[in-house]
């Protein structure tokens, strides 16, 4: 029988995603023929590039291989998640964009390895952070079509939210798993699906007008947006890197909770409803709990249970805050300059013309 | 709320320089009425700027809440 399966629903970035794109699109039990080439061609656009967390085509490339173990980012044929080809391709990049991520971002003082030190020295990193507040801007300055794209950017992610740190769960043991499951199970609704928070989020973007199906913003989205979701995914599929993953979530959640009150009072600010915020008003009180579970009883059991594993619970808490750092000069470098931070416009205006309906009475 | 964790005691952790973590099954009162809970897992404002109290909202970090008693001696305190 002969699959055949839509075309995605975004454009190839060069040659590799181009091919790749096709290849998803056919049967994967033909010995792999429409990938021929692939890793040479991996291998040869690795070796030329010289920035890999701006490079479109690795990013894309990347974003789809991951794609095929989330599912959700283009139909294909499910065998292709374990081809040899897209596992050797994918390994070939993620070995890359580690090296390129170690390279770039400083690694933070190890503490010692006990839960009150590890936890200690989270939270003096992240609210030492002094990258660009996004979360300012938005709260005092923001226009209707600025607050939309970066709905549109956290889409990749969120849509998704907490299934990169779920990949964690089976690779973690004891006091750190256990911790994990109490987070994941939070964002995950408690056991109320229009409770979890990629719902939440889903209802937001509805409520601006916007496509909540998954990947349906990709062409809208810069690398380093595709990256910033990688970044995530390399660190929960690789169980070497588990303490980068933690280390990741530890900052995530300590970079949250009072953000996410500023960009509520920005959409509050613009006159949009409580239907449109309440996914940031729900962040408030989520991430005030998840910070302090991350920080003890996650990365800090962590720590003391596998303390090899510190070093990488450190550099992943920095590249959490370093790739935010980076994603947020994108947007507001463009806002400054009167540019749109999108790749390209939205299919059609979302934002301040189908705000009306979603404002406040 | 399974059998087996209904019957544990619920606990209250104490955070360093953060918040009271509640778990298990605990009612939150003000008076006259019962504080809606919408997680297993809820923390409790003890830094006295949370703007959506009883519950943390993450303020305490900005505001150099510290739950350590500070040393009269040390030079810069």
């Known amino acids: 029988m002969q699959l055949s399966f839509p075309i995605a629903p975004f454009q ?92 770039s971002v400083s690694q933070p003082p190890v503490p010692a390895p006990t839960q009150d030190a590890v936890a200690r020295a989270l939270f003096t990193l992240t609210i030492d952070d002094q990258g660009p507040s996004l979360s300012r801007y938005l709260a005092r300055k923001a226009t209707e079509e ?86 995530m995914s390399l660190f929960g599929l690789n169980r070497r890197l588990r303490g980068a993953i933690v ?7 300590m970079t949250s909770a009072i953000p996410s009150r500023l960009y509520g009072d920005g959409f509050r600010r613009l006159g949009f409803s409580e239907t449109i915020t309440r996914y940031f008003d729900e962040h408030i009180e989520a991430d005030a709990v998840h910070e302090q579970i991350a920080g003890r009883d996650l990365a800090g059991a962590l720590a003391e249970d596998d303390p090899l594993t ?52 | 709320m399974t059998p087996a964790a209904a019957h544990s005691p619920a606990t209250i952790t104490a955070c360093p320089d953060g918040p009271l973590l509640v778990r298990g099954d605990v009612e939150i009162m003000a008076p006259g009425r019962r504080v809606p809970r919408t997680r297993r897992t809820v923390a409790l404002c003890r830094c006295g700027v949370s703007m959506i109290k009883p519950y943390c909202d993450g303020t305490h970090k900005l505001v150099g809440f510290t739950t350590t008693p500070t040393d009269p001696a040390a030079p810069d305190s």
């Open chain 1, 12 to 103: 190839a970035r060069g040659p590799l995603s181009s091919q790749l794109l096709t290849a998803l699109s056919l049967p994967a039990n033909d010995s792999g023929s429409s990938l021929g080439g692939f890793i040479v061609a991996t291998a040869e656009a690795l070796a030329r590039c010289t920035d890999i967390v701006n490079d479109d085509d690795l990013q894309l490339t990347l974003f789809l291989l991951y794609g095929l173990h989330y599912g959700g980012a283009v139909e294909s044929d499910a065998a292709w998640e374990w081809h040899p080809t897209t596992i050797v391709a994918r390994v070939a990049i993620e070995q890359a964009l580690e090296t390129s991520l170690r390279a």
């Open chain 1, 146 to 231: 600025q607050v939309v794209e970066f709905i549109v950017h956290r889409s990749i992610y969120t849509l998704k939210e907490a299934d990169p740190h779920s990949w964690a769960i089976p690779r973690l043991a004891g006091r750190a798993k256990a911790a994990l499951i109490e987070i994941q199970a939070d964002e995950y609704g408690g056991g109320r699906p229009d409770r979890m928070h990629s719902r939440l989020f889903a209802d937001t973007m509805r409520g601006l007008g916007l496509d909540t199906r998954y990947a349906g913003y990709v062409d809208q989205v810069p690398a380093l947006v595709l990256c910033s979701f990688n970044m």
């Open chain 1, 247 to 253: 280390g990741h979530l530890a900052a995530f959640e």
């Open chain 1, 310 to 361: 510190l070093p990488d619970i450190m550099f992943g808490a920095a590249a959490c805050l370093a790739m935010d750092g980076w994603v947020a000069d994108h947007l507001l470098a463009s806002w400054q300059a009167g540019r749109s931070s999108l790749r390209s416009p939205l299919p059609e205006p979302a934002g301040r013309s189908l705000a009306g309906s979603a404002m406040a009475s």
